[in-house]
């Protein structure tokens, strides 16, 4: 199984990225993805879950209305459409899925919002 993020980078607030996670190694539309995220100093938290289909989106509080998750079965990819940036939401990001009873992650894809 290999999950590669990219899509990161440096914005200003209110600016917007768009993060891409590409999975192979197992059949991916068979199974829920999710966006994690994890500041300095902070533990992983989880920002976004979207189930096998494409539906039931779910997010973190501090996300919901600004970040859109979403996927593309035909292209093994999962995304996270990020808008109105705040610097609070600088962190390394990660994808990650759970086929079977293994838990696999992403190396991450730095975000860096400032003010």
């Known amino acids: 199984v290999q999950l590669v993020e990219s899509g990161g980078g440096s914005v200003e607030s209110g600016g917007s990225l768009r993060l891409s996670c590409a999975a192979s190694?197992?059949?991916?539309?068979?199974?829920?993805m999710r966006w994690y995220r994890q500041a300095p100093g902070k533990e992983r938290e989880l920002v976004a879950t979207?189930?096998?289909?494409?539906?039931?989106?779910n997010y973190a509080d501090s996300v919901k209305g600004r970040f859109t998750i979403s996927r593309d079965n035909a292209k093994n990819t999962v995304y996270l459409e990020m808008n109105s940036l705040k610097p609070e939401d600088t962190a390394i990001y990660y994808c990650?899925?759970?086929?079977?009873?293994?838990?696999?992650w992403g190396q991450g894809t730095q975000v860096t919002v400032s003010s």
């Open positions: 990650q899925t759970s086929p079977g009873l293994i838990t696999y």
């Open positions: 190694g197992f059949t991916f539309r068979l199974y829920t």
């Open positions: 979207i189930n096998s289909r494409g539906g039931s989106p």
